[in-house]
């Protein structure tokens, strides 16, 4: 069964307009886990890491006031895109990991779509 | 600067025969790397990994191969069947330190 759900798995939002994206451990807590961006034909880009119960730890390039991240729970983690642009419309993916050096698990992804 | 390279965007293979992946990385502090298989609009899903004080891991049809020398992998699928079709990521990471680094993906397809 899937290890990480993520919801949703697809939205459309206006531009200007606020999207949240959850992250859920099913199987076991995760104290950290990383949120990923995948724009058509290109690579899988980490944008940051979730900390549960501290701050984000952001990836350069990316605007920390602009990809909200809140870890308030072992098995949670949220994003949020604020004032959404088109240029935002991306792939968003989650991941966690059961610990140190074993494999990821990923969420099924949300595809955003601003217009 | 892209620490891990996947120069080949794509590959075509006929089913049975042997699929090769390559995979290059500039990090030497790396030490662990790991191979995904993704399908659209899906996450990726993990096929194998590697550690660095290995030079080779099998798992069935998957063989990832590893050259500290020459910082290369490269992921081996035989015999190819269809349902491989997808887009192959190489990852990689720092020990201690859980971000994996990914390359650009190879997309494979595998015809009858």
């Known amino acids: 069964g899937a290890v990480v759900s993520q919801h949703p798995s697809w939205v459309i939002c206006k531009s200007g307009t606020s999207v949240k994206i959850e992250c859920r451990s099913l199987?076991?807590?995760?104290?950290?886990m990383f949120w990923y961006r995948q724009f058509p034909k290109q690579s899988l880009m980490l944008m940051a890491t979730?900390?549960?119960?501290?701050?984000?730890?952001?990836e350069q390039g990316v605007e920390k006031d602009k990809f909200l991240i809140n870890h308030a729970s072992l098995t949670l983690s949220t994003l949020t895109v604020t004032s959404a642009h088109p240029e935002d419309s991306s792939f968003y993916i989650c991941?966690?990991?059961?610990?140190?050096?074993?494999?990821?698990?990923f969420g099924q992804g949300t595809r955003l779509t601003v217009v | 600067d892209q620490q891990v390279k996947q120069n080949s965007p794509s590959l075509s293979v006929q089913e049975g025969r042997i699929s090769i992946l390559n995979c290059d990385y500039t990090?030497?502090?790396?030490?662990?790397f790991l191979w995904y298989k993704k399908y659209p609009a899906e996450g990726p899903t993990f096929l194998i990994s590697?550690?660095?004080?290995?030079d080779k891991n099998e798992d069935g049809r998957f063989t990832v191969f590893l050259n500290k020398s020459a910082k290369h992998l490269s992921l081996h699928i035989v015999p190819s069947q269809p349902g491989d079709s997808a887009v192959y990521f190489c990852?990689?990471?720092?020990?201690?330190?859980?971000?994996?680094?990914f390359g650009a993906g190879t997309r494979l397809a595998v015809h009858p």
């Open positions: 990852a990689a990471n720092k020990g201690g330190y859980n971000k994996l680094i």
């Open positions: 979730s900390n549960e119960g501290s701050k984000a730890t952001y």
């Open positions: 991941s966690v990991y059961r610990e140190l050096n074993t494999e990821a698990f």
């Open positions: 199987d076991f807590q995760a104290t950290t």
């Open positions: 990090n030497s502090m790396f030490d662990y």
């Open positions: 590697i550690s660095s004080i290995k």
